[in-house]
């Protein structure tokens, strides 16, 4: 529900932005040309608040709508959205399709792809058989997961996945309907908390796999795609464990590790970039050009594969609030960190101002970048410690 990568990433591309987001962070708003706010929860966005700001807008200046989190429980809201200013991304159709359980899970099955056994009813009790988790259809972020219990009955739009221990991964990819192009493997990282132990936590580009295990995931995505059809960036997650690939889930949009895959997204944003190694222009083309974008021997992931940005790890941690954090709008951020919170510049806000975070809201996102995905960990762990101290003081 951030904008602030796709803003970002729009901007180096060359793109003029306007950005809807829910948390209006610093650097969204100092990259879009206009950013509006809209409420949000594990529902969604507030739907007549959207589609007023959209209608204020005109339609005919802009190339088309597009989106990241935030839409999978509210598919109708994209057609909704569809019916004013066009999609840049996967219809309303699509997301639905993708994101209601049956539907994905036995086209799974039906393709011999593994993934962890869901249902709508709890098996009995068996000790060979890890424990179950219940999940949210369109929820996104892992605050929607929890571990299921006995006798437990479903809420609508939920579903029982068996909980599987290994390794979390993604796969981020360009699709055209037809063929896919993968941008980059991904390890997912948690930061759980006693009620919300699936929450994000961030995330860690360019890992070390086997051959198997990429070739597992790129046929699994392909795979999908085609079934359904999906356009532009997508990201797939899965679990592996004994090098075999479970897969969890699609995210049929804009995901959070595209922010894994833009190089010095802050600095120099006014210079010219090459536009045809910016993913945002890629996604842009696939989605507006579907199956006529050919996605064999084309020049733009040729530069793509060979820039610096694919050739080292880049890994984002979210921080957030352990309690009611007050923040004083004086406060100095280091260039590390990202979606920080806005204070109102244009109002002369005094520099003892202060800004509330809500215990379990996001603080802000810290970035790392090093030879390898181990290192930038280290990194990035390094940041979270830092700020967390300089927090607490």
Known sequence: ????????????AGYLVDAIDAFADAQTVALAKMTMVVTCDN??????????????LEASQYLGFVYGSGFEAQPMLLQKIADIIPLIGNAAAQVLAIKTASSFFSTLSLHNIPHPTSCERLP??????????????GGSGGTH???ANDG????????????????S??????ANSLEIKRVGFNELRLN??????????????????????????????????????LLGLNSLDAIVKDEI???????PRLSATVDLYSDDLYQDINAKSIAYSNIMHLHILACLKGAEFQMTNVEEFSLLANSKVVKQSTAHAVIYALEDTPLLASFKWPNWAVDTPYFDEINNVHPDKLMVVLANEPICTVLAHAEDANRAKVIVDARVESIQQILKS
Request: net charge positive; hydrophobic share 40%; aromatic share 12%.
């Open 145 to 147: 997961i929890k571990v």
């Open 124 to 137: 009995q009790p068996d000790s060979r058989v890890e424990r179950y988790l219940q999940k949210f259809t």
């Open 169 to 174: 991964i993604s796969l981020l990819f360009l």
């Open 1 to 12: 529900m951030s904008a602030r990568p796709f803003v970002a990433a729009a901007a180096k």
């Open 192 to 229: 759980p908390t006693s009620n919300l132990p699936f929450r994000y936590g961030g995330a860690v580009s360019n890992i070390e796999l086997s051959f198997e295990v990429k070739q597992q995931m790129i046929h699994a995505a392909k795979t999908l795609t085609r079934q359904f059809g």
């Open 43 to 56: 529902n969604g966005f507030n739907e007549e608040s959207l589609l007023g700001l959209i209608g204020t």
């Open 245 to 251: 690939v479970y897969v969890l889930e699609v995210n």
């Open 152 to 167: 437990e009955t479903l809420g609508f739009n939920h579903y029982f996945q068996q909980y599987m221990i290994g390794r």
